[in-house]
T-cell receptor, first 112, second 115 residues
Framework: DAKTTQPPSMDCAEGRAANLPCNHSTISGNEYVYWYRQIHSQGPQYIIHGLKNNETNEMASLIITEDRKSSTLILPHATLRDTAVYYCIVRVAGTSGSRLTFGEGTQLTVNP | NAGVTQTPKFRILKIGQSMTLQCTQDMNHNYMYWYRQDPGMGLKLIYYSVGAGITDKGEVPNGYNVSRSTTEDFPLRLELAAPSQTSVYFC??????????????FGDGTRLSIL
């Protein structure tokens, strides 16, 4: 799996958009970008994933640059419950038996 | 929506005792996984299964055993508990077929202390 780089921490005001960046400059053509988050003392929660097109679901939007070397997770209206560690993971599809490699992630703190 | 359910949520064991961590999922996922997470660290894969009757080792399998007799259940057994196995254990499942890109869905974990 390609290595990812994320800022260690970010702050966001409640109600504002949270934009979490991730660099994955060594990504291969068949590797997907996944985002998970882990709220303190809970299990990791899947957020969104994509290959090369931008993706949106009920939780967030994923913007992947044209060269696929970086991406941004957008939480459009952050709430206090979005305070968590956010992990960007790059992974080859079909690797069913391979583990998810959670790096250091970004600690997002949403402030009132 | 139940998703992935783990029991118990907390447990304290004495050194040398054995126990089984239960995991069940109701999403009809064929793949299931067991991870452990030590304080301040990332997840490490213990065992995984690609379907009923099939299991395989992850990166840290020593001291653990698993079985997969049904699609829904994937119990993790500790035979001789050791202090090094104090950790939070997460079970996960996913749907996979061929070049599947489907994400893994996690339970809320079992917090295990070995004293």
């Amino acid at each position: 799996d390609a290595k990812t780089t994320q800022p260690p921490s970010m702050d966001c005001a409640e109600g504002r958009a949270a934009n979490l960046p991730c660099n994955h400059s060594t990504i291969s053509g068949n590797e997907y970008v996944y985002w998970y988050r882990q709220i303190h003392s809970q299990g990791p929660q899947y957020i969104i994933h994509g290959l090369k097109n931008n993706e949106t679901n009920e939780m967030a939007s994923l913007i992947i640059t044209e060269d696929r070397k970086s991406s941004t997770l957008i939480l459009p209206h952050a709430t206090l419950r979005d305070t968590a560690v956010y992990y960007c993971i790059v992974r080859v599809a079909g690797t069913s038996g391979s583990r998810l490699t959670f790096g250091e992630g970004t600690q997002l703190t949403v402030n009132p | 929506n139940a998703g992935v359910t783990q029991t118990p949520k907390f447990r304290i064991l004495k050194i040398g005792q054995s126990m089984t961590l239960q995991c069940t999922q109701d999403m009809n996922h064929n793949y299931m996984y067991w991870y452990r997470q030590d304080p301040g660290m990332g997840l490490k894969l213990i065992y995984y299964s690609v379907g009923a009757g099939i299991t395989d080792k992850g990166e840290v399998p020593n001291g653990y055993n698993v079985s997969r007799s049904t699609t829904e259940d994937f119990p993790l057994r500790l035979e001789l508990a050791a202090p090094s196995q104090t950790s939070v254990y997460f079970c996960a499942s996913s749907y996979g077929q061929g070049a599947s890109n489907q994400p893994q869905h996690f339970g809320d974990g079992t917090r295990l202390s070995i004293l």
